[in-house]
Every structure is written in C-alpha cells, then in structure tokens.
C-alpha cells in the first residue's frame, strides 16, 4: 500500500491515535519508539524478547515471531504504518504487511539487503549513474563456480551471502585451497567472494528519502572498525576530503534513487587510492534502516537519522538536515564493564559499571544507553556522542573519554 501522511497526534477513522510499528525491538526499534513518541505518535512493536529494548518502551509490545500470522494481524489492527529495525525480519512477513498497510522500506528493498549477492548486483547496476562500484567479486553457489573464480580476485575475502554482520560470517583467504576449504566451513552455503583491497579508511552515508521521490543526506561519517564491529565515527571538518564525502553523498542518493527507497538507508564505503593517487571509493554494503554510525545525529544535528525514520514514514516532509557541532560517537560495547578503566584497574568477572560520572563530568559528552538487562563480551550496550564547538575540542574531550574507559586512543 502507498504512503499517505499521517500528522503526529492525529487519530485514526477508528479514533485511536495514530500509531506507527516497528518490526523489532533492539536498540535502533528503541531509538525510532523515542523519536516518534516525542513527535505525538505512539508505538507498537512487534519482538518475541519480552525484555527487548524497544518494546519495554513501546505503547504497545506484540509478544510473537516475526513470522507469526496473529502477531502481524495485531500490528496491522493497531499500526497506520510500519518500518523495520533490522534487515533480517523475515521478507515474506513485510509483503504480508505491505498488502494492507504502507510498509517502508518495502519488503523488496529489504529483500535486496539481505542477500549480498543480490546487493552487489543492485550496486553495480547503478554504478553508471552513481559512478562508484563494489570491490571486485564473485558469487559462489556451486562447486563449478568455485572452480571458477578469477585467480585475480585472490586474496580476498569469502562472506556469507545472508545473516553476516558485524564480522560474523566472513573468512580472509589467500589461496584457492584455503578458499575451498573456508567454504566448506560454512557448510557451502551460498557467498561472496570480494576482493581484499588496500583501505585507507572506511565512511558512510545516511540517506532519507520519502514516498514522493525527495532524498536527503546527512554529513558524511569517518568510521573506524575493530574486530569487525564499529568502534567509534567521526564527523567534523577534515574528516574526509570534501569532494569524496560529495561523492559519496550524491552516490548514495543515486542508490536509494534506482530503489525506489523509502525510509531511511545507510550506504557503507571503503576509502581506497585511486589510479591518480587521490582516494577514491568502493561501495562496500548498504543497511535498510538506521545505522550506528549514524547515532552523532542525535547530538549534532538539528534533525536525527530517527526522526528522518519517522518523518518518512508518515510522509512528512524532509528538510536537509544540519550539523551545528563537531561531533564523534564511541560505541559502547559490553567488553566495558568486564575491561580495566579508569573505575576498575583490573579486569574482572563480574559485571561493573563503566565510570559515567567521570565521563558525564566532561563537557559535550551525551550518554545513549539501550536498556540491555545484561552486558557481555561483543553486546552493543550503548553509545557515547560527544560534541564540541571546534574539531579540536571534540578530539580533546574524546581522548580524555577513550582514556577514562581504557579503549584505544583516536588515530593522528
């Protein structure tokens, strides 16, 4: 079903309020809940965690699978509109919804995100009008086709086509024996094969774009990785060169474009040389919702990548958002309350909680916790926006921070 808009504190033609869902209830669910509550709408969520973040805060929490027939007849019974929070809520729920309710993104959006092979294919198809490719690649589905792999594309990388994220999934290999035998130890199942490119760094875009066709974008952001998971973003002046953050903005868009996306979209990209010396970009994977390098918006700029969830999703307009503060957001992963820091001088096995009053003393700093009932090892537990007036002063505050939680210090 189309989009129509739905003005916040509205009611239905059944004289509810008006109420927007969500397939999903971990923190991006939360912060979506957040941003469409503070605009006067209210909430369902639909999670089978009766702990899940978004729903302990939602008006409403449907307690079902995803797939589950009466869970989504509920959604649709309470919900003008419903988005996702994850790519991985099962595709043929979101056509179920989408015949009776306006679904963004839609399920053959989500559809195309959840499976790398599909994604190269969409971004090279709109490679001629967003001017930036995908890494050298090669599906692999078939022994013949593993046979078949250009010896150029070594070494590279072998990923799992669905359900890897956060570096899960994916297996570094040299050689076509090692190739062989990491897909073998991911049970044959169907993956890619990218090429192992040189980085010089990693950035990402965040795209709006409403039912009408308007996109937006926010601030390019300057990501730094570890272990596979988003360690902290940087988003202020120097950054990244400013014709390449251009780029990346009007390619993104241009995806987004050939989509016929609706929602919110985060497009991730290597920075790599180019032929001329300069860098350049590889478009590496694109996200059907929010992402975490997105979360500084809440902070720094007049209009959050959730409240551009909202407002597409509603059909309100979409103003170009605008950055007022330098900005770095760290995330905030469970290892912290187990690591040593400036509370704790040795590890421990105990849970104990990171020094907040020593970190919430400093001046810029914005703590976003999600509501996790229990840390461990690898579990996004929050994140930290830090703000400043000058670049200076952002970097300044947030290497007193990375000190206090005993994580490693920014990059030159």
Aim: charged share 15%; aromatic share 6%; glycine share 8%.
């Amino acid at each position: 079903m189309s989009l129509k808009t739905l003005l916040p504190g509205s009611t239905s033609p059944t004289g509810q309020q008006i109420t927007l869902g969500v397939m999903g209830g971990g923190q991006l669910g939360r912060m979506f809940v957040q941003a469409a509550q503070a605009m006067g709408y209210f909430t369902a969520v639909l999670d089978p965690d009766p702990a899940s973040p978004a729903g302990l805060i939602s008006h409403y929490h449907i307690l079902t699978p995803y797939d589950d027939e009466q869970g989504l007849a509920q959604l649709m019974q309470r919900c003008e509109a419903i988005t996702t929070e994850f790519e991985n809520v099962p595709a043929p729920a979101l056509v179920t919804l989408g015949a009776h309710r306006p679904v963004a993104p839609s399920a053959a959006c989500v559809a195309v995100a959840q499976d790398r092979i599909k994604e190269k294919a969409h971004f090279v198809q709109c490679a001629p009008v967003s001017g930036v490719f995908p890494a050298p690649y090669a599906a692999i589905t078939t022994d013949a086709l593993l046979a078949a792999v250009p010896a150029d594309l070594l070494p590279g990388i072998l990923k799992t086509a669905r359900l890897g994220y956060d570096g899960k999934g994916q297996v570094r290999v040299s050689t076509r024996e090692e190739l062989a035998a990491a897909w073998d130890r991911l049970d044959k199942v169907p993956c890619v094969l990218e090429k192992l490119l040189p980085l010089r760094g990693e950035c990402s875009v965040i795209v709006a774009r409403g039912a009408d066709g308007q996109a937006v974008t926010f601030p390019v952001q300057k990501n730094t990785h570890r272990d596979g998971i988003l360690a902290l973003t940087e988003v202020h002046e120097g950054a990244l060169d400013a014709a390449l953050a251009q780029r990346a903005q009007a390619s993104a868009v241009a995806i987004a474009h050939h989509l016929h996306y609706v929602g919110v979209l985060c497009i991730e990209y290597f920075v790599v040389d180019g032929a001329n010396g300069q860098p350049d970009l590889v478009v590496n994977e694109m996200a059907p919702r929010p992402h975490n390098s997105g979360h500084y918006t809440q902070d720094a700029c007049d209009l959050s990548q959730f409240e551009a969830q909202v407002r597409a999703l509603a059909g309100l307009p979409l103003p170009v958002p605008r950055q007022h503060s330098a900005a770095i957001m760290v995330n905030l992963l469970g290892d912290l309350w187990f690591e040593p820091n400036a509370a704790r001088p040795k590890p421990s096995a105990i849970p104990v909680s990171p020094p907040w009053a020593q970190v919430l003393a400093l001046p810029g700093t914005h703590l976003h916790l999600y509501g996790k009932l229990s840390a461990r090892a690898g579990r996004k537990m929050g994140h930290l926006n830090i703000t400043a007036p000058s670049v200076a002063q952002v970097r300044e505050t947030t290497a007193q921070v990375l000190a206090l939680l005993g994580l490693p210090a920014l990059d030159a």
